[in-house]
């Protein structure tokens, strides 16, 4: 998959066009395909996959990093 964004993991700092991430499951678009994957530090990932590449449009933070308005 090839990733547009460039972009790493802001929890685990991984690049996000990196393996290994799992992929949870593909689901087709009219444009191209929704894949959500799991990165190696459990956060969940939306991408949009098109003829243009991967883009990761939504993103949890992992079940273990605590929910806090700093953060936002």
């Known amino acids: 998959m090839i990733s547009t ?3 790493v993991c802001p929890y685990c700092g991984w ?3 990196a393996e290994p991430f799992q992929m949870v499951s593909r689901h087709g678009t009219a ?3 929704t ?3 799991r990165c190696g ?3 969940l990932q939306v ?3 098109d003829d243009r590449g991967a883009r990761i449009v939504s993103r ?3 079940a273990d990093v605590p929910w806090s ?3 936002q």
């Open 5 to 7: 964004t460039g972009t």
């Open 15 to 17: 690049p996000d066009d």
């Open 31 to 33: 444009t191209g395909s």
């Open 35 to 37: 894949v959500w994957t």
């Open 41 to 43: 530090c459990g956060s």
């Open 47 to 49: 991408r949009a996959v």
């Open 60 to 62: 949890s933070r992992p």
């Open 69 to 71: 308005p700093a953060g």
